[in-house]
């Protein structure tokens, strides 16, 4: 069955480009040029992903972006921010509203498919694990609400840290390398952004408390959570 993507963007030239590009990948394509209209068809039809731009003639994007995730019809549906600012602030706020990725304008054909892809296959890797619940000592890891408990209360972890806290939690003892973490949980190569795993991982290390520990550093390797 093909994934079907809802594109937001009030530039009929680039909702044109992107449908072509995604409708050579084997996608299925809804258009919308507004958010009023973008947030109807997201809970009507729920998309498999939404690829969002930021600014729009009535309801900016971050807005949009914040009603989907409040509503439970659609607080799971995958979210790329696709604008033409660049600040970091501006990528930052983004991020921490609720989009998974976040994709300046211009961006390549290559690009565009690439940060699909990952986000889609990283839905998918997280649908496959969501009946199990994972305990290790006083820690418990509830992959269907995406939840974290720390000896009865929730530690309280965005997106980003919640994916990769979830891959070494689920593999203690393996070592993961630094280019598995940033695929599966960046969707992006590592070689430009090697310290952007570094501040998670420490970040993650201060949320868990006395078990920070317990994710060790392999060195020239990546990183390991110690049971």
């Known amino acids: 069955m093909r994934h079907e993507i809802l594109i937001i963007d009030d530039d009929r030239e680039h909702l044109k480009l992107a449908r072509i590009i995604l409708d050579s990948a084997g996608y299925s394509v809804i258009e919308a040029e507004n958010g009023e209209t973008a947030i109807r068809y997201a809970t009507e039809k729920k998309p498999d992903l939404v690829i969002l731009d930021w600014i729009l003639p009535d309801i900016p994007g971050i807005e949009v972006c914040k009603i989907l ?9 995958p ?15 983004g991020l921490e509203i609720g989009a ?10 290559d690009e565009l498919l690439a940060y699909v892809k990952a986000v889609l296959r990283r839905v998918e890797y997280a649908a496959g694990n969501k009946d199990e619940i994972i305990k290790k000592g006083d820690i418990q890891l509830f992959p ?7 000896g009865g209360d929730e530690i ?27 695929e599966t949980v960046w969707g992006w190569d590592s070689q430009s952004m090697t310290g952007t795993l ?12 006395k078990n920070g520990g317990k994710i060790v550093a392999v060195k020239g390797v990546g990183y390991k959570f110690e049971t």
């Open 198 to 209: 570094d501040t998670y991982i420490c970040t993650l290390r201060k949320k868990i408390g």
């Open 156 to 182: 309280k972890l965005n997106k980003k840290e919640y994916d990769l806290f979830y891959l070494l939690f689920k593999k203690p003892g393996r070592v993961l390398s630094r280019e598995y973490l940033f």
């Open 100 to 109: 998974d990725e976040y994709l300046k304008k211009p961006c390549r054909k």
């Open 144 to 150: 269907d609400k995406r939840r974290v408990v720390l």
């Open 79 to 93: 979210i790329i921010m696709l604008t033409a600012k660049t600040k970091i602030d501006d990528e930052v706020k």
């Open 69 to 77: 995730r409040s509503d439970i019809r659609t607080r799971y549906i």
